[in-house]
């Protein structure tokens, strides 16, 4: 990579999160600690600003300074139905929800066609799972007992526990799963 273009990497950043931030460059030169000349070359891309100034203005625009010099993302992306990657297990569907990867979360649709089920795999210790039902009616299993969701419905559950996923009814059912990795849950308490 060229100087310029981590140059116009950086400008480019700063410029859309203060943008999306609805600062000014004097606020964030301000926020920063430092000149607001110093802020305006920054996001021109003309200056070559030194690694204090790159982490001053990330502390500012509360980024890493990965995210700084990262590829600018961009500010609006479609992602077609069956764009994004799903799998099976069983008769189930699972679709994968996040397009990008996010350390420590996961998002996902299940789709549970009549009477199919499927067992889920206990995640990471220190997870917790929240299950949406969006559509039918989906029985969850774990910590010995059956839940009932119905759509609407939302349970929250220690993910890395074995479990798992039933729709014994004639009807489709679907439900979103999200797991978090959440560190100390010792507060933690069960649906009831």
Same mark, same amino acid.
């Given at each position: 990579?060229?100087?310029?273009?981590?140059?116009?990497?950086?400008?480019?950043?700063?410029?859309?999160?203060?943008?999306?931030?609805?600062?000014?460059?004097?606020?964030?030169?301000?926020?920063?600690?430092?000149?607001?000349?110093?802020?305006?070359? #920054?996001?021109?891309?003309?200056?070559?600003?030194?690694?204090?100034? %790159?982490?001053?203005?990330?502390?500012?625009?509360?980024?890493?300074?990965?995210?700084?010099?990262?590829?600018?993302?961009?500010?609006?992306?479609?992602?077609?139905?069956?764009?994004?990657?799903?799998?099976?297990?069983?008769?189930?569907?699972? =679709?994968? #929800? #996040?397009?990008?990867? %996010?350390?420590?979360? /996961?998002?996902? =649709?299940?789709?549970?066609?009549?009477?199919?089920?499927?067992?889920?795999?206990?995640?990471?210790? $220190? /997870?917790?799972?929240?299950?949406?039902?969006?559509?039918?009616?989906?029985? #969850?299993?774990?910590?010995? =007992?059956?839940?009932?969701?119905?759509?609407?419905?939302?349970?929250?559950?220690? $993910?890395?526990?074995?479990? /798992?996923?039933?729709?014994?009814?004639?009807?489709?059912?679907? $439900?979103?799963?999200?797991?978090?990795?959440?560190?100390?849950?010792?507060?933690?308490?069960?649906?009831?």
């Amino acid at each position: 990579m060229h100087d310029q273009e981590l140059a116009d990497r950086v400008a480019a950043n700063v410029r859309h999160l203060r943008a999306g931030r609805g600062i000014t460059q004097a606020q964030a030169a301000a926020a920063a600690g430092l000149p607001r000349a110093t802020w305006a070359h #920054l996001e021109s891309g003309a200056a070559n600003p030194t690694l204090q100034v %790159i982490h001053r203005a990330a502390q500012a625009l509360q980024v890493s300074i990965e995210e700084l010099i990262a590829a600018p993302r961009a500010a609006v992306e479609l992602f077609k139905a069956g764009a994004l990657p799903a799998r099976e297990r069983g008769a189930a569907v699972i =679709r994968q #929800l #996040l397009p990008d990867p %996010i350390p420590g979360v /996961s998002l996902e =649709r299940i789709e549970l066609p009549p009477r199919a089920s499927f067992p889920g795999v206990p995640h990471t210790p $220190g /997870s917790k799972e929240y299950l949406a039902c969006d559509r039918g009616t989906i029985v #969850l299993a774990v910590a010995g =007992r059956k839940l009932t969701l119905e759509a609407g419905d939302v349970v929250a559950f220690l $993910g890395d526990q074995r479990h /798992s996923y039933a729709n014994p009814f004639a009807a489709p059912a679907s $439900g979103t799963s999200a797991v978090v990795l959440v560190g100390n849950l010792s507060g933690f308490v069960t649906a009831r």
